[in-house]
């Protein structure tokens, strides 16, 4: 959809996705927007694309190479924003969010809008088309508020590698084949969904290493699920201090043990010294061996704190015990680390070693790898959800404005292989079919917070091989369920529940664990396999 500079006039085009839509030119006149507020508004307009303006692919040897070296970056994002424009947005095509922000502002008809209103329309209409920079030639060649943003976080990546002494400068050495280096962009948003920064990254092309010579080790723990809602329980029923700590640039806390070479971050190469290279001192996010690295300097400051590594249970959980029992704990995933403590001064201390060492933030236990977390200290509640995961996988699969359903399955169909797919109408029906990815996403949401949905999660599951319309139409319910129901959560309640501590460190819980289960005797149609 195309913005004229001195009168903003929306239009659809042939392919619109809206049912029974007509052109908006019929409905809705053209709105005369004098032109000085139009130049004011188009200060803040990141893009305008006009789809029948979009470049073609290069397709000479001048033009790709031309490509390569960074040119023609204005091209290649129009394409893409045009791309994007042409696919839907959380459900809505272009033409749908355009209307749905004219008619915020009422009928134009009668109503003259002002140079902020146009301001405000332009910038929705711009974030709608946002798309997230490429390669570090685009960040340069970029104008306006967004330009300035990913300039702004480009520079801070390079002033922490530098400032932390992540390389130095060596002439190349005819013995080490140096490793490539890239950029990465993205934006940021918390559980909710709302944008918090704009961030750039800097990083090794580590697909390039070679094993034995440029790295050994890769392995690297995270924090288990079940450790980690078993933090959030305890914390809840013994009434502990929270918080949570973030390690920025974590991985440049390790150690390089290689010699490894790198090329020159691309945008930023010193001018005289363009043929030299960088030798790594410390870990880059892309390296084979970062992770690692990082996990065992991590590993060493916390065992330094007097807090003992549990092995047995799960290496990412530190416990920190005395004569009466734990009084703390700390679980890492990467650069998060959830923590409890008894008291407010040894959370105090904790926070304080960890932000000497690692210079990290230290904030309420709110948001944890995409779960939020809601507490209740008055009822000494806890609830653990999905909603803006939820919201997201409606969004990947195009489902936002689809109907719910209150089951998760539905009680009448039993799912077989008889429904796997034997035409060739529906071979090709099913060809294109993300289920997959549709599975995949639903069996994290289960698997984290959304129980309600395991037994439904499980039962598509088995069809990943070679499903059919029957069981994409079964996982599709079961997202239209999550959407329905996107604000349940898992709850832990402490009243009425205490947990002892034993003098071998064990801890018991009082009233004991009660559960139910249920058998289908040979309910599966299959093989006969009980359920």
């Not at 049912?19 to 307009?45: F, G, K, Y």
């Not at 009668?110 to 910038?123: A, I, S």
């Not at 933030?361 to 948001?367: G, K, P």
Request: hydrophobic share 35%; glycine share 6%; aromatic share 8%.
């Amino acid at each position: 959809e195309a913005l004229d500079p001195s009168r903003v006039h929306l239009s659809t085009g042939g392919g619109s996705d809206i049912a029974n839509h007509q052109h908006l030119d019929q409905q809705t006149p053209p709105m005369d927007i004098p032109t000085e507020q139009c130049d004011e508004s188009r200060e803040d307009m990141h893009e305008v694309v006009e789809l029948d303006q979009v470049t073609q692919p290069p397709s000479t040897v001048k033009e790709i190479d031309h490509m390569s070296k960074g040119g023609a970056t204005e091209e290649r994002r129009s394409s893409r924003l045009a791309s994007k424009a042409t696919r839907s947005y959380k459900g809505m095509s272009a033409v749908a969010l355009a209307c749905k922000i004219v008619g915020e502002y009422g009928d134009t008809r009668e109503k003259q809008m002002t140079g902020d209103d146009v301001r405000e329309m332009l910038t929705a209409l711009a974030s709608f088309l946002e798309v997230e920079p490429k390669d570090i030639y685009e960040v340069m060649e970029m104008k306006g508020k967004e330009g300035t943003e990913w300039r702004a976080a480009s520079d801070k990546e390079i002033a922490t590698l530098l400032n932390r002494g992540t390389w130095k400068l060596v002439p190349p050495d005819p013995t080490v084949k140096p490793i490539d280096s890239g950029w990465t962009f993205v934006v940021k948003r918390d559980g909710e969904g709302e944008v918090i920064k704009f961030k750039a990254r800097m990083f090794a092309k580590g697909y390039t290493q070679r094993p034995g010579i440029d790295f050994t080790e890769t392995y690297a723990p995270v924090i288990k699920s079940e450790t980690f809602r078993l933090m959030v329980a305890l914390c809840n029923a013994w009434g502990w201090k929270r918080m949570q700590a973030d390690a920025p640039s974590a991985y440049l806390n390790g150690i390089v043990k290689e010699k490894i070479h790198m090329k020159q971050p691309p945008g930023y190469v010193v001018k005289g010294k363009e043929r030299w290279v960088c030798e790594l001192v410390k870990t880059l996010y892309g390296l084979k061996q970062a992770g690692n690295e990082w996990n065992e300097v991590l590993n060493a400051c916390i065992v330094k704190m007097g807090f003992r590594r549990c092995v047995e249970v799960d290496e990412c959980l530190y416990v920190m015990s005395d004569e009466s029992g734990p009084v703390a704990m700390i679980g890492t995933h990467v650069d998060d680390m959830p923590i409890i403590a008894r008291d407010d001064k040894l959370m105090q201390q904790i926070c304080a070693t960890l932000k000497q060492a690692f210079d990290v933030t230290i904030e309420d236990l709110s948001h944890f790898c995409g779960i939020r977390i809601q507490w209740n200290d008055q009822e000494q509640m806890v609830t653990l959800s999905q909603e803006a995961y939820i919201d997201e996988m409606l969004h990947r699969f195009e489902m936002t404005d689809c109907k719910t359903h209150r089951t998760p399955a539905d009680p009448n169909v039993v799912l077989t292989k008889e429904m796997e797919p034997t035409t060739a109408t529906e071979i090709e029906y099913m060809r294109d079919k993300p289920y997959k990815e549709l599975v995949g996403a639903l069996q994290f949401a289960s698997a984290q917070t959304r129980s309600d949905v395991n037994f439904a999660v499980h039962r598509v599951s088995k069809f990943q091989r070679n499903p059919g319309k029957a069981h994409w139409k079964a996982a599709r319910r079961i997202l239209k369920y999550l959407k329905g129901q996107k604000k349940l959560g898992l709850t832990f309640s402490g009243k009425g529940i205490s947990f002892d501590t034993n003098g071998d460190g064990t801890v018991t819980m009082s009233p004991g664990i009660e559960a139910w289960t249920d058998a289908d005797f040979a309910g599966d149609s299959d093989d006969r396999k009980s359920t």
